[in-house]
């Protein structure tokens, strides 16, 4: 947690931690921040540039694409951590047991969990959507399957790594039992590279999240999403450009800014080396 | 006699690797029925070179590895039969101290954390004040307590393993090379912290080391081992060796005086691969007084004042 502030004090950990605490204000405080409504029509006001009234002008059906960006981001930001928070939770799980054990279990896990590796997260995110249906449900269920054989395989790997050192053993020579090793020592130590790929996994589910969204398996009308916001916005980008650019903005910074803030914290925690390993 | 604080019954341990599709199975004896018996008090050094069985002798006394056969006898209690909840309370009056001080420690842990963890696991109430007073033990100030091991020199990581080791007061200690990673400065002073802990507390030691020179100065009684059989037990540190490999082990320690080295006689022809032992003496191939007998015959340890394996003892 130390690590996090400490993050926060280096230039580019400030700039991109201070763009991610703006997203999530907004998002939290969305229908507060603006005048409008995000599904209030108002076809008169269809299709204006941005000026002082809408800062980012209006969507074809006369919405304030700020207040739609700014409930976009609530969605787009809750589906995909919610998403990465499940998959976190049971690809640690799993991954841990699958390095405890061992044996067949071991065996088993690994058998499956590297063939989901094998192919795209876009395309098991696809077929899960298919199978779920459409909607922010299917969607998160979609992106948790969808990457839970990374941290599956990362805690495995972390969990393996740390079994053999020393200070495991010095435990076992003190009477600890398996519950105290695996709470206590195992996890905390396996936890840092863990939540840090977690949140750089975030960074990738938000763009599976708005691609989804393009086309058209995300959150439903009239809720927005940044996907679904660009999908309305790519038949018109000739007409009005803004409608596409500031959700792909918003997409590409913030995805930008979870990844330059994550290569801050993996600095700060000093496990550049773990990381890579277990990728 | 009394009884002795450890004794090690025909201690053995074997270890099975391959034995899937593609390798054929093959098993190595790591520790060959290990006879000793340590009495309160004492010292007991353990050399041998790098591979002879010495570290997994360290973790089968104290049943951090289980053995294949044999018994381990603390006090007269057999640890090998004990099930888990009285293995537990045993740890209690035994405890390791491990050669590297850097992975040793849980890099999360504080040295407050590290000093506690005993207490935890046997679920022991710490007093207040017990960290400082550890830590006083071994020659560390308070302010300690709250460093994390990297933040901790060499020496420093292995006073706080050692007072770990110390936390539950136990009688019998491991040393499995504690000063193996540590300079030579650094390694002097461990050694004479570990030699006034002995004295003060009554401790009994099984200290593991590659160093001849440092067992025969810290020990009592030094074992030597040689691909996981005992070959001689020295009853005195400074008592002549009669196993030509101990002889060509104390050859190879330097004395620091020039004019009283004498020429050293290298031991020629290899360590034989652990898989596939000699049927006779294992040190038979570089052993220079070896005959026909050594090469088809495994000598015993004898029972006697100077035990050896050898049918040719200088």
């Known amino acids: ?231 309305a916005g790519s038949a018109l980008v000739f007409k009005a450009p803004w409608i596409i650019l500031f959700p792909g903005l918003a997409v590409a910074i913030t995805v930008v800014a979870i990844n330059l803030f994550g290569d801050a914290l993996i600095a700060e925690l000093d496990i550049r080396a773990r990381m890579r390993r277990a990728a | 006699m009394t009884q002795p604080l450890i004794q090690l019954r025909a201690l053995t341990r074997r270890f099975e690797t391959g034995g899937g599709w593609f390798t054929p199975a093959r098993s190595m004896t790591a520790v060959r029925a290990v006879d000793l018996a340590i009495a309160r008090g004492e010292v007991v050094g353990v050399v041998g070179e790098s591979g002879c069985g010495k570290s997994t002798l360290a973790r089968l006394v104290l049943r951090l590895i289980e053995p294949t056969s044999g018994q381990i006898l603390l006090d007269g209690t057999d640890l090998t039969a004990l099930p888990r909840a009285a293995l537990r309370a045993a740890r209690r009056r035994m405890a390791m101290v491990f050669q590297d001080p850097y992975s040793s420690l849980d890099p999360r842990y504080t040295v407050a954390d590290v000093l506690a963890e005993p207490f935890v696991v046997q679920r022991r109430p710490m007093d207040k004040g017990a960290a400082e007073a550890m830590l006083a033990d071994v020659g560390l100030p308070a302010s300690v307590a709250a460093s994390h091991p990297h933040q901790l020199s060499g020496g420093q990581r292995q006073r706080v393993g050692i007072a770990r080791a110390l936390a539950l007061r136990p009688d019998f200690i491991v040393l499995d090379e504690p000063t193996a990673s540590l300079d030579v400065s650094i390694q002097a002073q461990i050694i004479e912290l570990l030699s006034g802990l002995r004295d003060r507390l009554g401790l009994t030691y099984l200290f593991i080391s590659h160093d001849l020179g440092l067992v025969r100065y810290f020990c009592d009684r030094i074992v030597v081992m040689y691909l996981g059989a005992v070959v001689e037990v020295l009853p005195r540190p400074d008592a002549a060796p009669r196993h030509p490999y101990t002889q060509a082990l104390m050859q190879s320690n330097l004395s620091p005086d020039p004019s009283r080295r004498r020429a050293i006689a290298p031991l020629a022809g290899e360590i034989p691969s652990p898989f596939s032992l000699p049927p006779g003496c294992a040190f038979a191939g570089r052993c220079p007084r070896a005959s026909d007998r050594c090469r088809t015959e495994r000598p015993a340890l004898e029972t006697a004042e100077h035990p050896v394996a050898c049918f040719h003892p200088i």
Request: with cysteine; net charge neutral; aromatic share 10%.
């Open chain 1, 1 to 231: 947690m130390r690590a996090v502030l400490r993050a926060f004090r280096r230039p580019m950990g400030a700039i991109a931690g201070g763009w991610l605490l703006a997203m999530i204000f907004v998002a939290v405080f969305a229908a507060w921040l603006t005048p409008y409504d995000y599904d209030i029509q108002a076809l008169k006001e269809a299709y204006q540039p941005p000026s002082p009234a809408h800062w980012l002008g209006t969507d074809e059906f006369g919405r304030d694409l700020l207040t739609r960006l700014f409930h976009g981001a609530r969605t787009s930001l809750s589906v995909s951590s919610i998403a990465i928070g499940i998959s976190v939770l049971c690809g640690m799980v799993l991954g841990a047991a699958a390095g405890w054990f061992g044996g067949r279990f071991d065996r088993a896990v690994t058998v499956v969990v590297d063939l989901t590796w094998s192919f795209p997260e876009i395309l098991i995110a696809l077929i899960l959507v298919a199978i779920i249906g459409p909607g922010t449900t299917g969607t998160m269920a979609a992106i948790g399957v969808a990457y839970l054989a990374q941290f599956t395989r990362l805690t495995r790997a972390q969990i393996m790594m740390l079994k053999g050192e020393t200070f495991i053993e010095a435990a076992r020579s003190l009477g600890a039992g398996n519950a105290h090793i695996l709470f206590r020592h195992l996890l905390p130590n396996a936890l840092a590279p863990v939540l840090v790929s977690a949140m750089l996994a975030t960074g990738d589910a938000i763009i599976l999240e708005a691609t989804l969204g393009f086309f058209g398996l995300g959150a439903q009308p009239p809720t927005p999403s940044w996907g679904a916001m660009m999908s």
